[in-house]
């Protein structure tokens, strides 16, 4: 058996939380309607719009690139441009999936602090040209919890609305880390969403104590039509969509999905907090998630590796990225920290 020891490489390192598990059990009992069809999927749906206290429509997908990808093709066609950060997961970590599924919609890319777009950013490109020589700019994409593991607030996302109406340009989130958005900013869901002009929202499930499926969730209507289709032709209808839906529900109906991400964000606070005090560290970010980014000597990160430590440096070399998870230990921080002091001494 390969060592099963709590890892901070990614927060989809982690297993499925309880609440999902035992709603997944529950779905499991008996026979019932396929294709989404059935009542646990009915009943995400109203948890959801519940949740956004909005008229929002959901449907659930397998993975986040999927979300994504199928969410940029409903707002962008072949000839459109899309607009991202740098280091937007859609950008960098999708194998072009929203290029293929949109047939050809390219993306432009935009610097900004902190893994964050910023309006100026947007405007840029918006006006850059005005040709028919040019792909047409259409939407924006934005990543809550960011890449760097930073938060747009109301009011970020507010002025980054203001410039996409101005220009004409939909708004997407792409919420891989909503939960951990919304757990650092302590606001109602719909105050990072349908309030700020938010088209379309992908939630991640599987980075917040899910097995798998993430639920796309249009604030706008007219964005969601015939998306029903998009996902059947991209293999993304699942028969037993109920073990996807319940699993939602299970986190949902009694606020585990936001207990987990405050429970992921106050261990990266603490992390934080414990690597802030050696010098040899470097945090490169603002900690306002459940993620902490660090420069180390190369030859530090390699002694923890020699010690067990996995780590993803999306970053680069020299820079390790550190995600917590619902079910990150404190003994896991302090074996982590009594390791890397070590390290550091070797
Ligand atoms: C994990 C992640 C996704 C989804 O990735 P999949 O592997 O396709 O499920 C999307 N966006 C961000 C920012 C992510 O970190």
Redesign the pocket.
């Known amino acids: 058996m390969p060592p099963t020891h709590q890892q901070f490489t990614s927060d ?1 390192c982690s297993g499925i939380c309880p609440e999902a598990l035992a709603a997944l059990l529950e779905a499991n009992a008996g026979h019932d309607r396929s294709y989404g069809d059935d009542r646990w999927t009915a009943e995400a749906c109203e948890l959801f719009r519940a949740l956004f206290d909005a008229d929002c429509q959901v449907y659930f997908v397998l ?3 999927a979300g ?1 990808a199928l969410a940029l093709a409903s707002a962008a066609s072949s000839y459109h441009s899309i607009i991202c950060h740098r280091v937007a ?1 859609v950008e960098v ?2 194998c072009g999936a929203p290029e293929f599924f949109s047939h050809g919609a390219k993306i432009l890319l935009a610097d900004g602090e902190d893994g964050k777009l910023t309006p100026k950013g947007i405007r840029e490109i918006a006006t850059r040209r005005a040709d028919i020589h040019y792909p047409k700019p259409r939407a924006v994409s934005v ?1 809550q919890s960011t ?1 760097a593991g930073t938060v747009y607030s109301p009011a970020d996302l507010l002025a980054l609305r203001t410039a996409c109406r101005d220009h004409g340009l939909a708004l997407h989130m ?1 919420g ?2 909503f939960a951990n958005a919304v757990a650092s900013l302590g606001c109602a869901p719909r105050a990072i969403t349908a309030d700020c002009g938010v088209d379309v929202l992908v939630f ?1 499930g ?2 917040n104590g899910l097995s798998i499926g ?1 639920a796309v969730v249009f604030f706008n209507p007219a964005m969601a039509d015939e998306f029903d289709y998009r996902c059947k032709q991209a293999g993304q209808l699942l028969s037993k969509m109920r073990f996807v839906a319940s699993q939602w529900v299970g986190v949902l109906r009694d606020g585990a999905w936001l207990r987990h991400a405050r429970h992921a964000n106050d261990c990266a606070a603490e992390l934080d907090r414990q690597l802030r005090a050696i010098p040899q560290a470097t945090v490169l970010f603002p900690r306002q998630a459940n993620g902490v980014f660090v420069r180390l000597p190369p030859p530090t990160i390699a002694e923890m590796n020699r010690r067990g430590w996995r780590f993803s440096d999306t970053f680069g070399p020299g820079t390790i990225r550190l995600m917590c998870s619902w079910d990150t230990t404190p003994e896991t921080i302090a074996a982590f920290i009594t390791d890397l002091k070590a390290a550091l001494e070797a």
């Open positions: 989809n993975t986040g690139t994504n997961h970590d999708e990543t890449e792409d891989a880390r991640g599987s980075k993430e």
